[in-house]
């Protein structure tokens, strides 16, 4: 059976050199005589797998040492409520930008745990076709932190810059943009993302924290949320997510194999140009992000008519073009372009595209 090109939000693609890897040790991973699946995670192949993952990650990223490399489970959504209970004993208030679904959800949790949380911004109002403008004057000068969703997975935007938040630690959620293009860490208090958009399968949630942000956790804080005890335990207070660590790790090898990732944002930003290119010179489909927003990972359109856009997406999967449906909240199509989906993936979509467009004419 051949391979589709899959354009899944999540989980999503994975490089088809690291399948074939992970599939040529899965019964048998070097000398051990067992599965990676199969090993305990005190065992020293096991320890040798997470300390290189952690080791390449920290290459990849340019990952300072004062900055402790979490693999935790949950997703990202547990760390919705983690983020606040860990932090925002700082000051006792933490300011949120909401820049669409999961960041309203960060926000809202944050908000029924009690806490003195305020939306400084949002582009509800106008459907998150943009991410807001942040600057060091909205924010309370005593927050605990400022959490920003740095690429907005669901509506197709991202921030192209680092908002500016001066001495208060900026927290972003990095699930659909983590290791897509360098970014400087030195820049974030809190860096956190679950993997399987753009890292490896589901059940790894990746967090990066400053060290002088572990001591500020609740009293009553539930242990497995503790960022400190998860740092002072690397990771391994109980079971880790083993094997998708292990996946995890191919997946920076292989980054790391083709340059790291300068190579990895160019290949990305040539992927992303293919597609955006087309949609500004036709006027078939509309593209409702704008501009100065576009995500690199995740590029929505939509055909203007819902029955259309019904079709486009089932019409594409028959031609090995999958899961192009928007979020159901959104509607439309979303093509997630990831690390792993290869230009010719987007060529052929921009093929299909235009062949779609001439055979549906709009009435
Ligand atoms: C997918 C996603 C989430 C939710 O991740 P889970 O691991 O499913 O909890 C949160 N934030 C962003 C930006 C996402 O893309």
Redesign the pocket.
Known sequence: MNRVYNFS??PSMLPLEVLEKAASELVCYGESGMSVMEMSHRSPDYEAIINDAEKMLRELMNIPENYKVLFLQG????QFAAVPLNLIKRTGKADYVVSGQ?SGKAFKEAQKLGYDVKCIATTKDDNFDHVPVVTKDMIRPDAAYVHV?F???IYGTKYGYIPETGDIPLVA?M??CIISEPIDVTKFGVIYA?A??NMAP?GL?LVIVREDLLDYAEEKMPTMLEWKTMAENGSMYNTPPCYTIYMAKLVYEWILGMGGLEVMKQRNVEKAAVLYDYLDNQSYYIAPVKKDSRSMMNVTFVTGDADLDKKFASEAAKAGLKNLKGHRSVGGMRASIYNAMPKAGVEKLVEFMKAFAEANPKA
């Open positions: 939000a999540g997703g990202a959504s547990t999961f969703c690429n907005n997975t959620d699930s659909s679950g399987q958009k589901a949630t």
